[in-house]
């Protein structure tokens, strides 16, 4: 997470925006074990896109910066 802000969605389409996973515990009084949450890709890697805190699957939507060069 590194301070960036990121949305996290969670399996029922509700909406949590933080910079730091201690700060979306507290900020919505989450509560519960955080484990990682993985996908596998289709060349066979595991890639992390999220967090499971509690009964909560928190899919993890970073924005993405652009170069205005372009």
Request: glycine share 8%; proline share 3%; aromatic share 18%.
């Amino acid at each position: 997470m590194n301070g960036e802000p990121i949305l996290y969605i969670d399996q029922y389409g509700c909406k949590y925006y933080c910079n730091y996973l201690k700060d979306l515990k507290e900020k919505y009084y989450l509560s519960g074990k955080v484990s990682k949450m993985y996908v596998d890709t289709k060349k066979g890697e595991a890639k992390h896109i999220g967090y499971v805190v509690g009964d909560l699957w928190l899919e993890a939507f970073a924005p993405k910066t652009f170069n205005k060069s372009l």
